[in-house]
């Protein structure tokens, strides 16, 4: 039987009487009509497509006409476009260079994926054309973001080596999420004098049409900082994780843990700088069921790396104490390195346990994706706590923790308390204030109750001058009324019931966010609210300026070198935008 066994069996020839078969007839075996049958079994399929569609099957390959072959395998205009918009996309949240169009193995990765190997990938010119109109469309989206909001926090830094700005907001929608979304990033050529500074923020603010709502500005404790933040209207927040810092890298330096890391940093370079006694101690590592992780050398500007030198090493130390045995002493060029002692292993694990907990609060603070200033009071008390004289405590660690007490103590004092406080006292996890002394508390309630007042102030509207004056009131009917003031005790007696009520929620858990608290008693605290999208929206560190600035000089730095600074301002920033909208 021939065309596929008349198309799959779905057809028979017709039988004649005489039992022979009739090759020009044939019928279908499912409705028994009869069809003429002349070598071509396209009126059969045809057959089967219209009257049973079920049944219709391929007949097996089969040459193209030339109009399907020029839609077969061929991108479209309009996959082409799409096609260009997501290159265009992927591009900038990505960041990967311009230049990766003319790579072949993306060019082959398209052909394979389409099947059209005579697509060509848009030009360079075409991307960064296309990155443009993104880059217009998706700052216009996060200006209208900031025009439905009040209060925006704003946060920059400069880095030195690359001579850039950056600079990101900070804010609280109408749906009590936190956002942040980076403004610019620019070059700047001029000498880091802090009018400069300060000029650099203002531009920032007017170019955004922010001023009016930049309630407080996020740098770093650098002097120029601090001082061109004095010279501009906003509140100056000195960022937490700098203050941390600083407070561990002097108790560092005035400790008896010197020696110890001196020692390590010694052992690190053995390692680190010679491929055998690397290898060696990866054989050793795996002779002692240990991960295989190379060791890690200290930066003198990054306490955390010290912290992580420490915690190798005392992964380690089964590994190197078996090398020390077998070598007695390590040797480096031509100067031994002595490995460490117990006691001097005793004093790192010690050091390690007073550093953990910094490293945790750093950590804590520097999301900007939750509400961060408002622990941090909370955070520094945890600190203070941790690091209270112990009578099993060395004289070494006694006078560690001296100095770290001391010097976070005095850098606490000259940060932002204020504000610090206020947000305290307005996160449902830690409105108790147990941070804070018993008078302290009744200072900072004294605080919002006066915000809760100049809020009510500023809202309500303004005498008409307009309106005609009204009639002169008799002598009994002015005693009747009572005294002026007698509104504004009322006012106040309103404002001590909305703060009592508050006081008297329950605390939420400190794993709860506050955000969605105030999402579902706005109401019942309309007063209070927006003093609280006011003040939790401030983050407490400069820590999301810092990845941004990553971002730029470790990645756009090296694979947009022949980019402008306004195309690497467009790239970073895109790729901020397009993130926020994943998470």
């Known amino acids: 039987m021939d065309e596929g066994g008349l198309l799959g069996g779905k057809f028979l020839f017709k039988k004649l009487p005489d039992g022979l078969l009739d090759k020009t007839r044939v019928r279908c075996t499912i409705c028994k009509a009869e069809f003429k049958y002349h070598r071509s079994s396209s009126s059969l399929a045809y057959h089967l497509r219209a009257k049973h569609p ?38 900038a949240k990505n960041c990967r260079p311009v230049s990766i169009v003319e790579d072949d193995g993306l060019r082959e990765v398209i052909h394979a994926a389409s099947g ?15 990155l443009h109109t993104l880059y217009g469309d998706q700052r216009a989206q996060q200006s209208s973001k900031l025009v439905q909001v009040r ?35 620019s070059k700047t050529e001029e000498r880091h004098y802090a009018e400069a500074y300060a000029d650099h923020f203002l531009n920032v603010a007017n170019e955004w049409k922010i001023k009016d709502k930049v309630t407080t500005l ?32 002097v108790s560092l330096n005035d400790s008896a843990f010197e020696r110890a890391l001196a020692k390590c940093r010694k052992i690190v370079g053995h390692f680190k700088h010679s491929p055998a006694n690397a290898q060696e101690l990866k054989a050793q590592q795996a002779a002692h069921g240990h991960q295989t992780e190379p060791l890690v050398q200290d930066i003198p500007t990054r306490w955390n790396s010290t912290l992580e030198m420490i915690k190798r090493i005392q992964r380690n130390k089964s590994g190197l104490t078996k090398i020390k045995s077998n070598h007695f002493y390590l040797t480096q060029q031509n100067s031994k390195v002595t490995m460490l002692t117990d006691q001097e292993l005793d004093r790192l694990q010690k050091l390690e346990e007073l550093l953990e907990p910094c490293r945790y609060v750093t950590e804590l603070l520097g999301g900007e994706r939750y509400v961060s200033c408002s622990m941090v009071l909370p955070a520094l008390c945890h600190l203070f706590r941790i690091m209270e004289p112990s009578d099993d405590d060395p004289v070494y660690v006694l006078r560690f923790k001296k100095i770290f007490t001391t010097d976070l103590a005095q850098r606490r ?10 947000a305290t006292a307005l996160d449902p996890r830690f409105k108790d204030l147990k941070c804070l002394s018993k008078d302290e508390r009744r200072e900072e309630w004294a605080s919002v109750h ?18 005609e004056p009204s009639p002169k009131k008799s002598k009994m009917s002015i005693c009747l009324l009572g005294s002026p003031d007698s509104d504004t005790e009322e006012e106040e007696d309103a404002i001590d019931c ?10 939420i858990d400190i794993g709860e966010c506050p955000l969605q608290w105030w999402l579902k008693r706005e109401g019942a605290h309309a007063r209070l609210a927006p003093i609280a999208r006011k003040y939790l929206s401030t983050p407490a560190t400069t820590v999301p300026c810092e990845r941004l600035f990553s971002l730029s000089g470790h990645i756009i730095q090296k694979k947009h070198a022949s980019l402008s600074s306004d195309n690497v301002n467009r790239i970073v920033c895109l790729s901020n935008w397009l993130s926020a909208k994943k998470d």
């Not at 830094?157 to 999420?177: C, E, G, K, Q, R």
């Not at 940060?415 to 206020?422: A, C, F, G, P, Y």
């Not at 909305?498 to 605390?507: G, S, T």
């Open 54 to 91: 079920t049944e219709s099957t391929s007949t097996g390959p089969r040459q193209s006409t030339l109009q399907e072959y020029g839609a077969c395998g061929r991108i479209t205009k309009n996959v082409r476009e799409k096609l260009t918009n997501s290159l265009v996309v992927w591009i």
């Open 116 to 130: 059209d190997e005579c697509y060509n990938l848009p030009s360079r010119g075409t991307i960064v054309s296309r």
């Open 151 to 185: 209060n925006v926090a704003l946060t920059g830094d400069h880095w030195t080596s690359v001579n850039n700005d950056n600079y990101l907001a900070h804010f609280i929608d109408n749906d009590w999420t936190m956002q942040s979304l980076a403004l610019t990033l």
């Open 218 to 249: 996020g740098t770093d404790s650098a002097r120029n900082m601090v001082a061109a933040a004095r010279l501009l209207p906003f509140e100056h927040m000195p960022c937490m994780a700098h203050i941390l810092q600083r407070t561990v890298t």
């Open 413 to 422: 004092d000259s940060s932002n308390l204020t504000w610090l406080k206020i």
């Open 450 to 467: 006066d915000l809760v007042m100049s809020e009510t102030d500023a809202h309500q509207p303004s005498a008409q001058t307009t309106e």
């Open 498 to 507: 909305c703060l009592n009520l508050y006081k008297a929620e329950p605390k």
